[in-house]
C-alpha cells in the first residue's frame, strides 16, 4: 500500500524553525519526485517546494527561497523541508505529495497522484 506520512508540524513563534518530515512506504522515494504543499484558511493550496532524487533538482516557491530546504534521506525513505525564519502567513496545513513526472514548474497539484494527510503549522507574530 502506497502511503505519505507528515510529521513535525507545531506551533512556532515568528523567527522559528520546524523540519517537516514526509515518510513514505510502499514506494522508494528515490523513484518519484516529492513535493510539498500547503494550504491555509480559505486559500488554495499552492506548491511550496519539490525535489526530484533522479536528477538531485530542487524548487522553491518565491516566498520561500532563502528560508526553506528540502532535501530527502534515501536510506529513511523520507523527504525533509526545514523550515527557517518562520513568518505568521506561513501557517497552514502542509502536504507532501509524489509523482513520477512533473509536467511544469510552478507545481501542478494534478501532476502528484499520491498525497499525505498534511501537518500543521501554526507561525504566532
Known amino acids: 500500500e502506497v502511503q505519505l506520512v507528515e510529521s513535525g508540524g507545531g506551533l512556532v513563534q515568528a523567527g522559528g524553525s520546524l523540519r517537516l518530515s514526509c515518510t513514505a512506504s510502499?514506494?522508494?522515494?528515490?523513484?518519484?519526485?516529492i513535493g510539498w504543499f500547503r494550504q491555509a484558511p480559505g486559500k488554495e493550496r499552492e506548491g511550496v517546494s519539490l525535489?526530484?532524487?533522479?536528477?538531485?533538482?530542487?524548487y522553491y516557491e518565491d516566498s520561500v527561497k532563502g528560508r526553506f530546504t528540502i532535501s530527502s534521506d534515501n536510506a529513511k525513505n523520507t523527504v525533509y523541508l526545514q523550515m527557517n525564519r518562520l513568518k505568521p502567513e506561513d501557517t497552514a496545513t502542509y502536504y507532501c505529495?509524489?509523482?513520477?513526472?512533473?509536467?511544469?514548474?510552478?507545481?501542478?497539484?494534478?501532476?502528484?497522484?499520491?498525497w499525505g494527510r498534511g501537518t500543521q503549522v501554526t507561525v504566532s507574530s
Open positions: 510502499g514506494f522508494t522515494v528515490d523513484d518519484y519526485a
Open positions: 525535489i526530484s532524487s533522479s536528477d538531485s533538482s530542487t
Open positions: 505529495a509524489a509523482t513520477l513526472v512533473v509536467t511544469t514548474i510552478p507545481m501542478n497539484m494534478a501532476d502528484f497522484g499520491f
